[in-house]
């Protein structure tokens, strides 16, 4: 199994600034990646898929990066709707979760 | 609108048996794979188990292997999971989800879940 593993596992980010999330693989997936948003209460949401694609609807504030075992997920200028838990996810293999980044109001 | 409403979750014993079902609509269903993902309360996601567009091919997670079954009706646009010999681990949320392309399972479309409980 892929273990995947997203850092940190809490952000605290003010309105308007740029967040940062990472994640890695325990073993190359290429850019079989996924990100979700998930709030409370609510199903996951896809954002990115193929590691750098924003799924339909998703604004480009959202952007993802990376390849092989390492990658990122970028919210610039993170609005108040942005503050949620995100995953990732790899497809390469069977598919398995990171743990979650929640990215909590500074 | 693409939608997909899960039901027939609820509380039931260890050892018991429970069957979920999503109806979709706003996509033709038969062009899609389907999926299966849980989350159990204030945890991550797990990947349970996935379909192809034609009910041909099926997977399942190691964890469920031999207890669940998944299946399909596309002529009344439904995905089903069979849950055999449920365990208390199998408490979560579980969600239907539908594929974005046969070659990936990224899951572009979520169910609101349907909530399993196993407790004596």
């Known amino acids: 199994e892929v273990v995947m593993t997203q850092s940190p596992a809490t952000l605290s980010v003010s309105p308007g600034e740029r967040a940062t999330l990472s994640c890695r693989a325990s073993?190359?997936?290429?850019?079989?990646l996924a990100w979700y948003q998930q709030k409370p209460g609510q199903a996951p949401r896809l954002l990115i898929y193929g590691a750098s694609t924003r799924a339909t609807g998703i604004p480009a504030r959202f952007s993802g990066i990376g390849s092989g075992t390492e990658f990122t997920l970028t919210i610039g200028g993170l609005q108040s709707e942005d503050f949620a838990v995100y995953y990732c996810q790899q497809y390469n293999d069977w598919p398995t979760f990171g743990g979650g980044t929640e990215v909590e109001i500074k | 609108q693409v939608q997909l409403v899960e039901s027939g979750g609820g509380l039931v014993k260890p050892g018991g048996s429970l069957r979920l079902s999503c109806a979709a609509s706003g996509f033709t269903f038969s062009d899609y794979y389907m999926s299966w993902i849980r989350q159990a309360p204030g945890k991550g996601l797990q990947w349970v188990s996935d379909?192809?567009?034609?009910?041909?091919?099926?997977n399942l997670a190691d964890s469920v292997k031999g207890r669940f079954t998944i299946s399909r009706d596309n002529a009344k646009n439904s995905l089903y999971l069979q849950m055999n010999s449920l365990r208390a681990e199998d408490t979560a949320v579980y969600y239907c989800?539908?594929?974005?392309?046969?070659?990936?399972?990224?899951?572009?479309?979520w169910g609101q879940g349907t909530l399993v409980t196993v407790s004596s």
């Open positions: 989800a539908r594929e974005y392309s046969s070659s990936s399972e990224a899951a572009d479309h």
């Open positions: 379909i192809s567009s034609s009910g041909k091919y099926t």
């Open positions: 073993q190359s997936v290429t850019t079989n």
